[in-house]
T-cell receptor
Framework: DQQVKQNSPSLSVQEGRISILNCDYTNSMFDYFLWYKKYPAEGPTFLISISSIKDKNEDGRFTVFLNKSAKHLSLHIVPSQPGDSAVYFCAASDPGTYKYIFGTGTRLKVLA | SQTIHQWPATLVQPVGSPLSLECTVE??????LYWYRQAAGRGLQLLFY??????ISSEVPQNLSASRPQDRQFILSSKKLLLSDSGFYLC????????????FGEGSRLTVL
């Protein structure tokens, strides 16, 4: 049972345009959502997060939107840069168990 | 912020051999600790997590085990490795008592031949 899903395994975007990465979840008890960036053979790097009591959080070029009624979150990267090319994981945390459940990742390729 | 140390970084082991991956955490006390595995082309699968010394929760039935002998030390072990144990293993640490940012180590690449 995949509680956190990233249905797009890959995404290609032109440099300077917007990248939108999507994530869906099933457990309404999740209270915190995070996005990580990962390069091959390295540990994931934290990008941005959002609490379940908010619907938007912004940090520089990165914005995360949360739609609780749809159990959906998205990460917007504007403008996209070639250095943003990596695999992006969304994650959700369960406050009752302190578990963090990750999606399967979306590989973003930003074309110069 | 926290710093997560993992070792060894790379390991090649024959089928049936034992395994020990170690993880230590700096910059916090009483963290929640996690072991994840990323198989080739796959997402991050939660294997074990611990909210305190000696407290281990297992997520996936397998021939791996975890132990937490000290507050900031987390060990992943196996008595006999299988081919399917190959993958990229990640240790992570989160703050005690609430859910917030999760910090990751650099990972350990295990190849079972």
């Amino acid at each position: 049972d995949q509680q956190v899903k990233q249905n797009s395994p890959s995404l290609s975007v032109q440099e300077g345009r917007i990248s939108i990465l999507n994530c869906d979840y099933t457990n309404s008890m999740f209270d915190y959502f995070l996005w990580y960036k990962k390069y091959p053979a390295e540990g994931p790097t934290f990008l941005i997060s959002i609490s379940s009591i908010k619907d938007k959080n912004e940090d520089g070029r990165f914005t995360v939107f949360l739609n609780k009624s749809a159990k959906h979150l998205s990460l917007h990267i504007v403008p996209s840069q070639p250095g943003d090319s990596a695999v992006y994981f969304c994650a959700a945390s369960d406050p009752g168990t302190y578990k963090y459940i990750f999606g399967t990742g979306t590989r973003l390729k930003v074309l110069a | 912020s926290q710093t997560i140390h993992q070792w060894p970084a790379t390991l090649v082991q024959p089928v049936g051999s034992p395994l020990s991956l170690e993880c230590t955490v700096e910059g916090t006390s009483n963290p929640n600790l996690y072991w994840y595995r990323q198989a080739a082309g796959r997402g991050l699968q939660l294997l074990f997590y611990s909210v305190g010394i000696g407290q281990i929760s297992s997520e996936v039935p397998q021939n791996l085990s975890a132990s937490r002998p000290q507050d900031r030390q987390f060990i992943l072990s196996s008595k006999k490795l299988l081919l399917s144990d190959s993958g990229f293993y990640l240790c992570a640490s989160g703050a005690s008592g609430y859910t917030g940012e999760l910090f990751f180590g650099e990972g350990s690449r295990l190849t079972v031949l």
